[in-house]
């Protein structure tokens, strides 16, 4: 007899664990939810140091698609400074790309920290919004 209630606890303990097994992985497939890219960057910010009035400076911001959707640039924004050159096809689940950079000093009078906004072809899978990241950079003008 407590062998018969023993194996029915046990088979019961299994049944229960079985099924909190597959709620635990929906729950983690709900999670994951629709594919989206994820732009990572090596870095997000960069010191240009000093520049010359007039002076051009290049730079380059690497990163990579680490999320699950194709990653696509639909607009970079930048202040009238700074020239962009970005990947125009699609950056795919695990490739790298880059955005060069290019700042004219010309018109500037002191130094200052740029800002640089990229939006994203995709929309958040949770929200809705529009996926945007940003990037910045400074300078110390000097004459």
């Known amino acids: 007899m407590k062998t018969n209630i023993l194996r029915l606890l046990l088979l019961f303990s ?10 635990a992985q929906d729950a983690m497939e709900d999670a994951v939810g629709e594919p989206a890219p994820i732009m990572t960057f090596e870095k997000k910010f960069i010191d240009l140091g000093e520049v010359k009035k007039g002076e051009k400076r290049q730079t380059v911001f690497k990163f990579k698609n680490t999320g699950n959707a194709p990653l696509e640039i639909d607009l970079i924004s930048a202040c009238d400074c700074t020239t962009t050159d970005y990947p125009r096809l699609p950056v795919m689940p695990g490739e790298s790309g880059e955005i060069d950079v290019i700042f004219d000093s010309s018109e500037k009078d002191e130094s200052e920290t740029i800002d640089i906004d ?9 929200s809705g919004a529009p996926i945007i990241e940003m990037l910045q950079y400074k300078y110390e003008l000097i004459e």
């Open 118 to 126: 990229i939006f994203l072809k995709s929309t958040d899978p949770e």
């Open 14 to 23: 299994v049944f229960a664990m079985t099924i909190t097994f597959a709620q």
